[in-house]
C-alpha cells in the first residue's frame, strides 16, 4: 500500500493523475490515516531537504483535517508553484481538502434513526441434479462431488471446480451459480477460468468446460472475468443482448435486466462483442468499452477503474445520475428505492464511496451535493430533491 500512495502522489505532483487514479488516492487517504502521514512528509522531506525546513508537529493537525472530509464533489482550482514540488503536491491536496471541510461543516450532518449493513459473500450453486448448497453456510473443503469434479470452498470464500477422478469430463450438464441482492462471490470454473460475480447476478456453465469445443458461459447481472486461456476452445460469455467471445483476457460485462445498457469493458487482451439482434459486431481494445441496447452498439474509451471499482471494493460515480447510482446501492444493499420527489433521479454526482460502510454513510456522501435528502424507514431508502 505504500508503495501505490508513493506512486500515486508522484503522479499528482506530475499533473498526470487520472481521474480514477484521484479517486482511488482518496480512497486510500480515507483507509490509511498514519501512512498518509508519514509518506507526505517523508516524500517532503527526501526530495527538498535543502530548500524546505517541514515541521511534522504543524502538518499532524492539517492531514487529521483531510481525513475527516469525504470524496470531492467539484474539481479543485489549480494552483501552479515553480518550486518545492513535493511541497506543492502536499499544499493542492490541503488546500483542496480544507476547503471542501469548511464548507462542509456549514451543513448540520444529517442523523438516521436506523441503518442497513453493506452486502458480503452470499451465492448459491445449483447442481445439475438440481440440489441446491447455500455456499455462505458450508463449510470449507469439499462442497459436492459431480461428474468427476469435487467442488471446494478455500478459506477465502471462492469456489474451486478440481478433476477428481483420472478420465476427461465430457458431461455437458450445467451448474448455475447465483448471489442475491446483497450478495457476491468469486468462482473458478471448471476450465480453470476465474470469475467475480456482483450482487443479483447469476452465471450458467457446463461440467465439461475444460473439454468443450466452446466453453460458453451465460451471465445475468454484472461479472469481471479472467478467461484462461485455450486458443482451442474460445470462451463465449452470453447475455440477453449480446454474446462475448475471447481466447483469454480480462474484461467485466454489466447486463443487468434494468439497465438499458449492456456495457463491456476490455482490460487486457482482446474480445470480440455481438449483438443479437442486429447482427453489429465489434472487436474491443483495452481501455473500450462497448455499450449495447436493443437497438445498436456504440464503442467508446472509458475509465477502466470505474467499470471494476465493485471489484475493488468501492462504487466509483463520473457525473452519474442518481437513480442510476441507486439502483447499484439497492443491490448491494438489498433496500428498495422510493422517490418522493421524481426530479431527484436527475441529480448528477461524481465521486468515490466505499462499498463496506454501512448505508447511512454512503446516503450522506450523496446528500453532500446539497440536492438531495434520504431517510431509511426499515428497508425501504426514501429519497427527496432539496
Known amino acids: 500500500m505504500e508503495e501505490r500512495i508513493h506512486y500515486l502522489l508522484q503522479q499528482f505532483t506530475a499533473k498526470s493523475l487520472s481521474q480514477a487514479e484521484k479517486e482511488e488516492l482518496l480512497v486510500l487517504v480515507e483507509n490509511s490515516t498514519s501512512l498518509l502521514s508519514d509518506e507526505i512528509v517523508k516524500m517532503i522531506t527526501s526530495e527538498e531537504e535543502n530548500a524546505l525546513s517541514v515541521n511534522v508537529e504543524k502538518w499532524n ?24 514540488k513535493w511541497a506543492a ?4 491536496f490541503v488546500v483542496f481538502s480544507l476547503t471542501a471541510y469548511l464548507s462542509l461543516q456549514k451543513k448540520k450532518e444529517h442523523v438516521f434513526t436506523t441503518d442497513i ?66 450478495g457476491e462471490w468469486q468462482i473458478r470454473l471448471p476450465d480453470g477460468s476465474t470469475v467475480w460475480l456482483n450482487a443479483a447476478s447469476s452465471l450458467q ?101 470505474e467499470a471494476i471499482a465493485w471489484k475493488k471494493g468501492y462504487f466509483m460515480f463520473n457525473n452519474e445520475k442518481q437513480e442510476s447510482i441507486l439502483r447499484k446501492v439497492a443491490r448491494w444493499y438489498n433496500v ?19 462499498r463496506f460502510e454501512k448505508i447511512s454513510k454512503v446516503l450522506r456522501k450523496f446528500e453532500q451535493t446539497g440536492e438531495v435528502r434520504f431517510d431509511i424507514k426499515g428497508n425501504k431508502v426514501i429519497v427527496y430533491k432539496e
Open 205 to 305: 456453465y457446463g461440467l465439461n468446460m475444460g473439454t468443450a469445443k466452446q466453453r460458453v458461459v451465460k451471465l445475468e447481472g454484472e461479472a469481471y472475468f479472467e478467461v484462461a486461456k485455450n486458443a482451442a476452445h474460445p470462451f463465449i460469455v452470453e447475455t440477453d443482448r449480446q454474446a462475448v467471445e475471447v481466447l483469454g483476457t480480462h474484461f467485466n460485462i454489466n447486463s443487468y435486466k434494468d439497465e438499458k445498457v449492456t456495457r463491456t469493458t476490455l482490460l487486457e487482451g482482446s474480445v470480440r462483442v455481438s449483438h443479437k439482434n442486429t447482427n453489429e459486431s465489434e472487436v474491443l481494445k483495452p481501455g473500450e468499452q462497448s455499450l449495447v441496447t436493443i437497438s445498436g452498439m456504440d464503442v467508446k474509451e472509458v475509465d477502466v477503474d
Open 89 to 92: 503536491a502536499a499544499v493542492v
Open 117 to 182: 449493513a453493506p452486502g458480503k459473500n452470499k451465492a448459491v450453486l445449483t447442481l445439475a441434479d438440481g440440489r441446491k448448497i447455500s455456499l455462505s453456510d458450508a463449510m470449507k473443503g469439499n462442497v459436492a462431488k459431480e461428474a468427476g469434479f469435487s467442488i471446494t470452498k478455500t478459506d477465502d470464500g471462492q469456489l474451486v471446480y478440481n478433476v477428481a477422478e483420472s478420465e476427461n469430463v465430457n458431461d455437458n450438464r450445467l451448474n448455475t451459480i447465483s448471489t442475491p441482492n446483497g
Open 61 to 84: 493537525p492539517v492531514l487529521d483535517k483531510i481525513l475527516m472530509v469525504d470524496k470531492p464533489i467539484r474539481s479543485p482550482k489549480r494552483i501552479v508553484m515553480n518550486s518545492f
Open 336 to 354: 428498495e428505492i422510493e422517490y418522493a420527489n421524481p426530479e431527484a433521479k436527475d441529480v448528477m454526482y461524481y465521486g468515490t464511496v466505499s
